[in-house]
């Protein structure tokens, strides 16, 4: 397990926790097959792993530019927050999946290092910014 659900990842939204829980498992269940640490070809799960994610991470990014929008949040963190996304999907659609191929554990480690740190920093700094606007801004 690379990455670990605590409560001050909350953002006060069940929606959003729950899709940034999801993208946790996602990112443990490729930690999974990394620390399995054997010599047997692990790509294709690695892959279809990777790319659910890929796509899931466009489906919650969506979501969250859509709940901007609806409340009304300020268009300064609003542009961060896209800024921020764009980033994210650029990156993983840079990953070499021919390293991924090649060099399997490394790459993965290498991979997983990123989406972890990333993850942590989107919830803790970007998207607890805006739980804290939807908690001062909802009844
Ligand atoms: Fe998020």
């Given at each position: 397990?690379?990455?670990?659900?605590?409560?001050?990842y909350s953002c006060y939204d069940p929606a959003i926790d729950e899709q940034h829980k999801k993208m946790?498992?996602?990112?443990?269940?490729?930690?999974?097959?990394?620390?399995?640490?054997?010599?047997?070809?692990?790509?294709?799960?690695?892959?279809?792993?990777?790319?659910?994610?890929?796509?899931?991470?466009?489906?919650h990014?969506?979501h969250e530019?859509?709940m901007?929008?609806?409340?009304?949040?300020?268009?300064?963190?609003?542009?961060?927050?896209?800024?921020?996304?764009?980033?994210?999907?650029?990156?993983?659609?840079?990953?070499?999946?021919?390293?991924?191929?090649?060099?399997?554990?490394?790459?993965?480690?290498?991979?997983?290092?990123?989406?972890?740190?990333?993850?942590?920093?989107h919830i803790?700094?970007?998207d607890k910014?805006f739980g804290?606007?939807l908690?001062?801004?909802?009844?």
């Amino acid at each position: 397990m690379v990455i670990k659900w605590k409560d001050a990842y909350s953002c006060y939204d069940p929606a959003i926790d729950e899709q940034h829980k999801k993208m946790m498992d996602m990112i443990n269940q490729m930690a999974e097959i990394v620390e399995l640490n054997d010599d047997a070809d692990h790509y294709d799960e690695l892959l279809e792993i990777f790319n659910a994610l890929k796509d899931y991470a466009v489906y919650h990014f969506s979501h969250e530019e859509k709940m901007f929008e609806e409340s009304g949040y300020d268009s300064f963190n609003t542009k961060i927050q896209i800024h921020e996304h764009k980033g994210f999907i650029n990156k993983v659609a840079s990953i070499n999946l021919y390293d991924l191929d090649e060099n399997q554990m490394d790459t993965a480690r290498n991979v997983l290092d990123f989406l972890s740190r990333w993850l942590d920093h989107h919830i803790l700094v970007i998207d607890k910014k805006f739980g804290s606007f939807l908690e001062e801004n909802t009844i």
